[in-house]
């Protein structure tokens, strides 16, 4: 039965919209995968989508697929940049990996307007500012 079915909960595994500085030096937000684990997660895909409502208008972005790998331990990967305009939105990240063959996954959802100055920390493993769901 469904019920009889106990998923594997996801640890250790984050996502994290970044502020950087671009090669022009003007800031850009990015989107990265980290993997806090001391193993390696492999063939990590991860849809990415924005919903919600903008100046009183329901809106819906593109769903994006990005195809990651493999994420070592302790390391982290860029999976999109993410624009500012959509910030208003809630913006969803869908992340399945396989760690010692059982397939894992997570939604991450980053709620509108909660990828602003004032929530950003230092993420652990990039020592930049950003929002991270862990």
Known sequence: MRKDIIPPV??????AIVKEK???GFD???VYLLN???????????????????????????TLRHFL?????????KIEPIQEEVFGLSN??????F???????KQYIFLAES??????????????????IK
């Open 28 to 30: 850009e937000w990015n």
């Open 10 to 15: 996801v640890e250790e595994v984050g996502v």
């Open 92 to 97: 969803e990240y869908w992340v399945s990996f």
């Open 99 to 105: 760690l010692n063959k059982t397939m894992y996954d």
């Open 36 to 62: 806090f684990k001391k193993e390696p997660i492999e063939g990590v895909l991860v849809t990415s989508t924005g919903y919600g409502e903008l100046n009183g208008e329901r809106r819906n972005t593109s």
């Open 22 to 24: 671009n090669k022009e």
């Open 115 to 132: 990828i602003c100055d004032a929530n950003l920390i230092t993420i652990p493993l990039m020592q930049k500012k950003g929002v991270l």
């Open 69 to 77: 790998d493999t994420v070592g331990p302790g390391e982290y990967s």
